[in-house]
């Protein structure tokens, strides 16, 4: 069990530049969620995948925020013309379902700071 | 509206001086209530799962408790290294039933 991987870890980025984060989750978890965190506050939810399928957006996750999952595998988080207000830490969680708990474990995160 | 109110938002404690966060919650039906900690620069770290009132979970110095509005983790004779942010969450039942909704959190600093 190695965990819940993100690349990369930092991104400093100007505004209206494009980026893209990705996440690999635990192996054979088949659920896998994205959150933002800004500083002071919890996490909240962007968005969730169930294998390849994305089966929610939160309305947090405007036009210019698109997320994929081919294969039901890794996931990566697209960030089209960034701005200023999009600077925070992405943060990716996986979880097994069916299981008794259905946690979700986070990975280290990916900072993206937008000027 | 927050659904998840964490308090104090800040702790200050001196080693071994004993203590409890307070995570209150609004929901009509809990599938779940999770407490993480999170270092800084750093993605959550599971703790505990709680789902029914009356449950108590154990790890360490931690043990988190649950009742039908609030939960508690309550920190015995902590240790520097305990100092953290501790995040509730709640998973509801019903149509959103997998995504966690936290709250801010409370900053714990332990003095040795």
């Known amino acids: 069990d190695t965990g819940v991987s993100q690349d990369p870890r930092h991104k400093i980025t100007k505004r209206g530049q494009n980026v893209t984060f990705r996440c690999d989750p635990i192996?054979?978890?088949?659920?896998l969620y994205w959150y933002r965190q800004t500083l002071g506050q919890g996490p909240e939810f962007l968005t969730y995948f169930q294998n390849e399928a994305q089966l929610e957006k939160s309305r947090l996750l405007s036009d210019r925020f698109s997320a994929e999952r081919p294969k039901g595998s890794f996931s990566t988080l697209e960030i089209q013309r960034t701005e200023q207000g999009d600077s925070a830490m992405y943060l990716c969680?996986?979880?097994?379902?069916?299981?008794?708990?259905?946690?979700?474990?986070f990975g280290p995160g990916t900072r993206l700071t937008v000027l | 509206e927050d659904q998840v109110t964490q308090s104090p938002e800040a702790l200050r404690l001196q080693e071994g001086e004993s203590s409890s966060l307070n995570c209150s919650y609004t929901?009509?039906?809990?599938?779940?209530l999770f407490w993480y900690r999170q270092d800084p620069g750093k993605g959550p770290e599971f703790l505990f799962t709680?789902?029914?009132a009356g449950e108590e979970k154990e790890k360490e110095r931690l043990k988190a408790t649950l009742t039908k509005k609030e939960s508690f983790l309550h920190i015995t004779a902590p240790k520097p290294e305990d100092s953290a942010t501790y995040l509730c969450a709640k998973r509801d039942s019903g149509g959103s039933n997998y995504k966690l909704t936290f709250g801010k959190g409370t900053l714990l600093t332990v003095n040795p």
């Open positions: 969680a996986s979880s097994r379902t069916p299981g008794t708990t259905d946690t979700q474990y």
């Open positions: 192996s054979e978890h088949n659920r």
């Open positions: 929901v009509s039906g809990l599938r779940g």
């Open positions: 709680l789902y029914s």
